[in-house]
């Protein structure tokens, strides 16, 4: 691609990047590694996972349940996920609203990480001073929507709209022809995966318990006949 050539805008646009868009891709392209499943293997409940794809398959679906939780939040506020600013990292959740910028990641390093990158590069494709929050933020973080709004308000809506457009833009992070070209969202692929996972762990429950009946109706029946 030449340097300055835009493509398609949608394609380039981060808003249509799901909760961990990059890790999703990342499992799914480990995933490729797996050797496929014997009617014997699926019927038993074996693990399809590659044991490769295995965190970034639990990192994803984390990365979804933070999303989930920041749909929560109402009109004023901008959500955006997977955003990339080089090397290969992303920042997990982009959050523009009343109390500013903040990044979301899974730990205070990241955080503080991602929060740098941001601040610099929506400094300089806005013209203005951007300070972005570092927020750490594990899969398991209750109420996160709530704690967000409780932020003192930094923002109005006016510069919630300016620093939500410069971030949807990805020669914000990238300039074109540079790094990394954007890829489609994986969600069909990696819920197909999702469900295949799930089904193959409820075999394993099935089983499970189809091995506890036989062993209890084992006991039963010696007991049965020990005092028979």
């Given amino acids: 691609m030449d340097q300055g050539t835009a493509p398609d805008p949608a394609m380039w646009s981060l808003r249509s990047r799901g909760p961990a868009h990059a890790i999703r891709h ?38 979804r349940r933070v999303g989930r939780q920041l749909d929560r939040l109402g009109s004023a506020w901008r959500v955006l996920h997977a955003v990339p600013f080089g090397d290969g990292r992303t920042i997990d959740h982009l ?7 903040i990044a979301l990641q899974a730990d205070v390093f990241e955080a503080e990480t991602a929060a740098s ?58 300039p074109f022809g540079v790094d990394v070209e954007p890829r489609a969202d994986p969600d069909p692929a990696f819920d197909a995966l999702h469900v295949e996972v799930g089904r193959a762990r409820g075999r394993r429950v099935a089983w499970g318990v189809v091995g506890l009946v036989a062993l209890a109706a084992v006991v039963l029946a010696a007991a049965a006949g020990l005092f028979g």
Avoid: K, N
């Avoid at 003192?152 to 809506?157: D, E, K, L, N, Q």
């Fill in 26 to 63: 990342r499992c799914l392209e480990a995933q490729e590694a797996a050797e496929p499943r014997g009617f014997l293997a699926r019927l038993v409940g074996f693990d399809p996972l590659h044991p490769d794809a295995r965190a970034a398959y639990q990192g994803a679906l984390g990365a």
């Fill in 95 to 101: 959050v523009i609203g009343p109390p500013g910028v």
């Fill in 117 to 174: 990158a941001a601040s610099r590069l929506l400094s300089r494709a806005t013209g203005t001073t951007v300070t972005a929050i570092p927020l750490a933020t594990p899969f398991d973080m209750r109420d996160l929507a709530r704690v967000l709004s409780d932020l003192p308000v930094a923002y109005g809506p006016d510069l919630v709209a300016t620093v939500a457009r410069a971030a949807e833009e990805w020669t914000t992070w990238h």
